[in-house]
């Protein structure tokens, strides 16, 4: 790419990285300043403006907290502290420092009569509650760390 260019066409470049790569990395943004010749600090603007992008990796598992109305109203700002408090991440993050979760607040699910409902990767969890969350990923994590013990045992496929 040459020259400058404009928000459209660097939200769809965001997009192309993140694609590829899963989240947008700093020396792809940097990259990306030097071909379109546009600041850093207006790149970093764009990518942290929209919360479609991540700039750290995902989790293996993504955990989507419903901020709908029902849900909001219901306790789901709640179970999302909850969730970041019990998954150990930081403020400011995203992932686990494990990186086997990803938390993130999202609109609504379509299931508002089992409001607050919290998605763990595939799985919605309706009426949640800290300990029903607790229970469910701690059933999620003890499935992949038993995945991954049977790959490094030679139990999976390469």
Known sequence: MSGK???GNLIESLQRIQEKQGFLPRDSLIKL???TRSPLSRIFGVATFYHQFRLEPPGKVTIAVCMGTACHL???????EFLRRFLGIRPGRSTSDDG???LEKARCF???????????GDMLVGKATPRELQKAIS?????ILREEAARGAG????
Not at 74 to 80: D, H, I, K, Q, V
């Open 100 to 102: 086997l979760f990803s």
């Open 33 to 35: 300043s030097r071909d």
């Open 110 to 120: 379509g299931c508002c009569s089992l409001a607050p409902v919290v998605k763990i």
């Open 155 to 158: 139990g999976g496929k390469t």
């Open 74 to 80: 219901r306790g789901n700002a709640e179970n999302y």
């Open 5 to 7: 260019i404009c928000s």
């Open 139 to 143: 059933r999620v994590r003890e499935s």
